[in-house]
């Protein structure tokens, strides 16, 4: 049944009985939204907890990164209200530090709610009373629409003025005893205008039901509009001067009061003036930094959120409302010491939400920082981004993020919090280290509650791009984004102590980045981009095939691709892993054992869950693989890093020049980061 045949009450109470609409409320409808479906959900291990991961959040191009166990607050906050929990008469309120999230998550949630609603099955309907000229008392209004968006079924409950009436006119309708039963589980008095008006009808009609529909009453859809704070609305925290109850519930309208008979008529109250009554109809409400308004604002908040009733003068309006806030932890902290102000605090579910604080995730978050649009120089030239700019900047602002402890240092921390090897250390450990700082009373010292924030990382690359390396040198290159995180840490981190951390965060940082460009060298080194990969999983196989029962005299081993099936002859250099092993500091027989019998267990985990895995996470095994290569003679001359420094012969020129056209051809590099790349690998001091 599509929208214009839903224009009158009858047809309307006809597509909910037979299922072609729905009367729910604004939690079972962000319920449905987020849990209808075979494919919504799916489990993921988040610092060695499971926790699901809800599909919904995970889309368009500029969605929700990370977040799990916010979200599953969220969710599970929603699916309790939807059950008729206590839920329902509370506000979701997302505190943490500036830059980790809360404002984009909101946002996200309201944005894909009015896509949701915008389907034709998910549209949400309200009434408009008609034909009110021929009322008493209303002057030159000729029609007035509920202006809490109440849903038509609400009408229905209400057309008389007995809830025994009303149910034996659901009944007359078709309704089933069990239908009229679940309709009044959602039940609610109609507002005071609604009311007011359907009772002036009332009495001229006689209360006939065919006249009051034929003559005073039309179903129409609710807007979906972000601009118009309809279905979704946001309210973000003014100065004192400036905030009043009226943004929120609605004033007095001298218009409607210059048309309006009798004083007491609630219409005269125009609640459409105030945010709560756009989003009244099963929508949300998002109120931005809701700690930081002034105490009258905020105690209207705890009669919306305690009540759920917009009331003016006596008067009430039922309301249907998710209410979403933010705060940030000193504003809610200096609220929170307030005793007075405890009743709001304690109709909230209050959810410290920390920083993402996986790098592997935090890539796509810096991904949006650093944006996919053609960036230019002040000259408007080209600016070329360096292939390792997203990776240096995502774990340096990822390490500011992880707390100090002594079970972990900082990069097995980064590494297990990724899901990754981080040697001996398991995840359990990590969960252990998460699961102690999250009995501290001080929510600031949870972990990945205290660090750089998305803002921050923004600073820094626009730091970054008004160097004048990176507009002379037309790339934005990634060692130059150390010295910019470092300004932002100096200017924007007053707390001396966070800035001490922060700063050796970044020093560690860059040795990871220094990794990272060992890597690349190997790849230019061998003139493959997939070099390194297949090298460090050729030591796997080996070690995997030497103890194989099909193994040839000739040190043939047909290996099996988990993730193709096919076989292919491997031989096994046993002189060469042994060389991997001294590079990785494995020496003696046992320490050699037990390395390898680590490596195929690890093996037989990860190739059950993804065939494509490919032990690049294992930073001391790749390290290993490297040095074989770079740091052992290359044709007598010596290591792959002193043919590049040494520029004194033809030979090595050219070399030189191949290493670069590899780079700039294969590796995404530009013949700046090249040449840069080239000579801080080059940098005896950068070798530790």
């Known amino acids: 049944m599509n929208g214009n045949s839903l224009k009158t009450l009858d047809n309307y109470l006809t597509a909910v009985k037979t299922g072609q609409r729905r009367f729910e409320n604004a939690y079972q409808s962000v319920a449905r939204m987020i849990l209808e479906g075979d494919d919504k959900i799916e489990k993921v291990i988040v610092n060695g907890k499971m ?57 996200s949630l309201c944005s894909t709610y009015r896509q949701f609603l915008s389907l034709p099955e998910n549209r949400k309907y309200t009434f408009r009373f008609t034909n009110l000229k021929s009322l008493s008392g209303f002057g030159n ?54 009311d007011y008006i359907l009772n002036k009808i009332r009495e001229r009609t006689n209360g006939n039901f065919q006249d009051i529909c034929q003559q005073h009453l039309q179903i129409v859809p609710v807007p979906v509009s972000e601009t118009l704070g309809t279905i979704t609305g946001k309210y973000s925290a003014k ?61 209207v908040y705890l009669a919306i959120i305690q009540n759920r009733t917009i009331e003016m003068d006596g008067y009430k309006w039922p309301i249907d409302t ?50 996919d649009e053609f960036k230019t120089t002040v000259a408007h030239d080209k600016l070329h981004i360096d ?8 774990v340096a602002v990822t390490l500011t993020r992880l707390p100090k402890a002594n079970k972990l240092t900082p990069v097995e921390m980064l590494k297990l919090a990724a899901g990754e090897i981080a040697g001996d250390k398991s995840i359990k450990t990590l969960a252990e280290v998460v699961g102690d700082l999250s009995r501290e009373a001080d929510v600031t010292k949870r972990f990945g509650q205290k660090g750089l924030g998305q803002r921050n990382l923004g600073r820094a690359m626009q730091i970054l791009m008004e160097m ?78 030497i103890d194989a029962e099909n193994l040839g005299p000739d040190k043939m081993w047909p290996r099996r691709d988990p993730a193709t099936g096919e076989i292919t002859p491997l031989k096994i250099d046993e002189t060469w892993v042994k060389s991997v092993e001294k590079r990785a500091g494995i020496n003696t027989e046992e320490e050699r054992k037990t390395f390898r019998t680590t490596i195929k267990k690890l093996y037989s985990q990860k190739m059950t869950i993804d065939p494509n895995y490919d032990f690049m996470d294992d930073l001391r095994l790749v390290k290993a693989v490297t040095d074989v290569r770079l740091k052992s003679d290359v044709h007598g001359v010596g290591s792959f890093a002193g043919i590049l420094a040494n520029q004194t012969n033809e030979e090595n020129r050219e070399k030189r020049f191949k290493a670069i056209s590899t780079m700039i051809g294969k590796l995404g590099y530009c013949k700046t980061c090249a040449e840069k790349t080239i000579e801080y690998y080059c940098k005896p001091e950068d070798e530790t």
Do not use: W
């Not at 599909?55 to 969710?75: D, P, T």
């Open 51 to 107: 926790m699901y991961d809800f599909k919904v959040f995970r889309r368009g191009s500029k969605h929700a990164i990370a977040m799990y166990e916010v979200i599953n607050s969220l969710v599970s906050f929603v699916k309790d209200a939807a059950e008729g929990g206590s839920s329902s008469e509370m506000a979701f309120v997302l505190v943490g530090e500036p830059g980790n999230g809360k404002t984009f998550l909101a946002e």
């Open 468 to 545: 004048p390396e990176t507009n002379q040198g037309q790339c934005m290159f990634a060692e130059d984004y150390f010295l910019a995180q470092e300004r932002v840490i100096l200017d924007y981190v007053t707390d001396p102590s966070d800035r001490a951390k922060f700063l050796e965060d970044t020093r560690i940082a860059k040795g990871l980045y220094r990794e990272q460009i060992l890597i690349a060298m190997f790849n230019t080194y061998m003139d493959d981009a997939q070099a390194i990969k297949r090298d460090v999983m050729n030591y796997v196989n080996m070690i995997i095939g």
């Open 141 to 194: 209004i000729p029609e007035a629409e509920s202006q809490t968006y109440e849903d038509p079924m609400i009408l229905a409950m209400n057309l008389s003025e007995t809830k025994i009436e009303n149910q034996k006119f659901l009944s007359d309708q078709g309704f089933t005893d069990k239908q009229i039963e679940a309709l009044y589980k959602n039940y609610r008095p109609l507002g005071a205008c609604s």
């Open 387 to 394: 292939p390792n700019l997203n990776y240096a900047a995502s």
């Open 239 to 299: 100065d004192k001067i400036t905030s009043s109850a009226v943004d929120l519930l609605g004033e007095e309208s001298i218009q409607r009061l210059m048309n309006i008979a009798d004083t007491n008529n609630p219409y005269k109250f125009d609640l459409r003036r105030g945010a709560i009554a756009r989003v009244a109809g099963g929508g949300i409400h998002f109120s931005d930094e809701i700690f930081r308004n002034k105490k009258d604002l905020v105690q």
């Open 322 to 371: 998710l209410i979403i806030a933010t705060s940030n932890n000193d504003v809610f902290n200096t609220f929170n010491t307030e005793k007075e102000e405890a009743p709001i605090v304690d109709r909230c579910r209050i959810c410290f939400m920390s920083h993402n604080t996986n790098y592997r995730l935090q890539q796509s978050l810096t991904g949006y920082v650093i944006g």
